[in-house]
């Protein structure tokens, strides 16, 4: 069995109770709460605490602040009155039932809020749609009103130069008749006043060229300075890896050879401890192998002798404490399994592709202890981890849907 938290504190009013569980110096990450309306549940290996409240309260005002080596609950009382206890008198089979029933209730309030989000996530999307086609309508109708005043300005433009020909049509219509009907007052008389006409007409030209060069001018100054022309220099950053660097995980990756390299340092002057030992007796990888030898060959208690000897050797090496949880579940020490896999999972990190095979071992192991201790949920918390990594292994996709079967209670327990 875990073990169990029992020096928590708990305060409360007429209307709240609070209550604080120490974390002894778990990391917060490490924390998995679960909390209903009559169930509470703070798990982190091999500590547990459960609370089985006295009266229901309401978890949807309830708050969690998790941090300085400690959790603390607000728990707002359902109903106005001062509690006997914080947890009621139950049997075993009535806190199995509490369980089960506070797991549907909470995976059930985790599915509606998922519903919830994408609903509102949809909405966002389609206010955001909404907002951006009425931004691009305000646009078209701007350019299309910028387009009817050009329309328009040309054709006033348009309308003005054909009035400007048909006077200038009406007045050499006149020129001309009043030319033809002074022939008759004499050579001179005429002859002075097609000098006065040709003046006129001269004068006319004279003013439609300045009028003429007058609009080009204007144009002219309407008109940008041209480009400078000049060479814009590229230069591209050379790819070193198959995929973008900030999609890679090199810094992960060089950070665990990192942590395997001072792992193999350590083991080196560790052995100086151990000078009674023979020179292969001195080497944790010649006892890894031995121990595996003896696992293979049924000898579980031996193997777990020589994976000791190793870790005493060399604490920083994964596999040693992830094969000793496996011996210790054939031999049924469940608790030292899970602690071995714990172990195992803290220095298993950074987690990289060259690591993911061991992680999926560990939790596995882990897993399975928890569930032979009839943890149904720590264990299908940790075949879910392993599930992440190795999502197409139908081996683990069938135990993991046994145990939610199992939950569930569609399923018997092995």
Known sequence: MPVLITDYVWTQTDSTVCLSVPLKGT???????????????VHYPPYLFEAFLFEPVDDDRSTAKVGDGVAVFSMPKRTNKVWEHLMKATNNKEKKEVRERSLLTYQEKRSAQSISKAKKQHAEKKYALEKMMKLEKEKIDGIQKIKEGEREKSKAELTAWKLRQKQRAEQEDQLKVYSQ??????LQSTTEKQQN????RASFKQDQRSESEAKSKSKQKDLPAPRLVGNIEVTFTL?????ALRESKVIEEEEWLKQQAESRRTGSVAVEELEDLKEEQRNPDWLKDKGDKCFVSGDH?????????AIRLNRKIPALYSNRAACHLKLKNLHKAIEDSSQALDLLTPPVAANAAARTKANVRRGSAFCQLQLYAEGLHDYQAALMIESDNEALQADTQRIIDIIQGTATSP
Do not use: W
Not at 27 to 36: G, M, N, Q, R, W
Not at 239 to 243: A, E, H, I, V
Not at 301 to 309: C, E, K, P, W
């Open 197 to 200: 006409g040709f003046s006129h």
């Open 239 to 243: 790819r070193l890896f198959p995929t």
């Open 27 to 41: 990391k917060v990450s490490h924390v998995d709460i679960l909390s209903t309306d009559e169930y509470l549940k």
């Open 181 to 186: 009907g002074q022939n008759q007052d004499g």
């Open 301 to 309: 208690l031996g193997a777990v002798n020589a994976y000791s000897l």
